[in-house]
């Protein structure tokens, strides 16, 4: 199977309210949509949110990247052979994002082939458990948030963003506590705002509070200190900003890493694979991690988080209900806290391409 044509669309979707991320605040974000078309007809798609400051790329850089480099490369194999992809997108160093869309572009474009929903093809569940992703606002707007959002949605696991101080991220802990209740599951990510020398204190704070896990804690690095710090921590200290590829998780894992954050959306569903696979050999977990992913980048997504096992925390892809309008032409529903995955195996087939054009701009 040879990829016959290909086509970019960028386009803008509006937040429902301001966003607030460790260095940017957003009212919505910028997504660039990579569609293949194989010999036989067959379609596949991959969507992936440019946040400079989080992949250090632009509409223009990733447009260069895959037309001129990755793209080229692939269209002399037969892409049906997930190996075959993998080793030719791993002859070009860096340029993560912009792999990770032709990963994830050929994995949809077998499911289409083949007749059969990805979901199934990795060997996944029809439905999957996420958790929502509390970003920074006052503590008491926060609490309201998680409320609301957990009586509306069925969420039983939150994302708690910190990094806004440790006593305002101690006191949003409190406040959200008291707002949902004893029975959801919380955990903290602070987006590595703490110094590393200030991280073990941090840890044994949020653990105080309830929190099940804390991610990057700190700037984290596979060395001496994350050792330390990892056997010091009497919850788990979940890796994510520092783990974007597999020879990352590597590193961390020989530095006894116990958890780990795999993100389709950012590195690919081969990547996220290979490191799930690792981590169960070394005894480590994954979660299946946010990237801000739409409504469409989370189907995709999801695609691989139902398939892995007994992950450390719900899949945290619910961050498009952030959105005011959605690519999809029917919106992913979550009940009790669970999507359920449409058993299609054609994801193109589910886009609203009137909406991407209404959305969309030349870079």
């Known amino acids: 199977m040879r990829i016959s044509e290909w086509s970019l669309q960028f386009y803008r979707l509006p937040y429902s309210r301001p966003v607030r991320w460790f260095n940017s605040v957003e009212d919505g974000a910028v997504f660039v949509l990579l569609r ?25 850089s990733i447009a260069a990247v895959l037309e001129d480099l990755l793209l080229p490369a692939v269209q002399d194999i037969d892409v049906a052979d997930a190996s075959a992809v993998s080793q030719k997108l791993a002859r070009f160093p860096e340029n993560y994002l912009a792999k990770m869309l032709v990963d994830n572009a050929c994995w949809t474009l077998r499911a289409a082939a083949g007749h059969e929903p990805l979901w199934r093809l990795l060997q996944g569940n029809e439905t999957v458990e996420v958790s929502w992703c ?26 708690i963003k910190g990094g806004q101080g440790m006593e305002t991220d101690l006191s949003a802990l409190r406040k959200i506590r008291a707002a949902v209740g004893s029975a959801i599951d919380f955990y903290v990510d602070a987006n590595g705002a703490y110094p590393r020398a200030e991280a073990a204190e941090y840890v044994r704070a949020v653990a105080g509070e309830g929190a ?3 991610e990057d804690p700190c700037q984290l690095h596979p060395d001496a200190q994350f050792a330390e ?20 998780a590597v590193q961390f894992l020989e530095r006894g890493a116990t958890a780990l954050s795999v993100k389709p959306g950012r590195i690919g569903i081969t990547q996220a694979r290979r490191i799930a696979e690792l981590a169960a050999e070394k005894g480590a977990n994954v979660c299946s991690g946010m990237y801000a992913e739409s409504a469409l980048g989370t189907l995709i997504s999801l695609q691989l988080s139902c398939a892995l096992r007994e992950p450390l925390v719900p899949a945290e892809q619910s961050f498009y209900l952030m959105m005011r309008d959605q690519v999809l032409r029917q919106p992913l529903d979550i009940r009790d806290g669970r999507v359920r995955l449409p058993a299609i195996s054609d994801i193109a087939a589910l886009i609203d391409w009137d909406r991407v054009k209404r959305y969309s701009f030349q870079p």
């Open 36 to 60: 293949i078309v194989a010999s036989d007809g067959s379609v596949g798609v991959a969507e992936a949110p440019l946040k400079p400051t989080w992949s250090g790329v632009s509409p223009r």
């Open 229 to 248: 710090l990892i056997s010091r921590s009497q919850i788990p200290v979940l890796v994510d900003s520092a783990c974007a590829s597999l020879k990352d």
């Open 212 to 214: 099940k896990v804390a």
């Open 134 to 159: 509390v970003t920074r606002q006052p503590p008491d707007a926060m609490a309201r948030e998680a409320a609301e959002i957990t009586a509306r949605h069925g969420f039983r696991a939150l994302k």
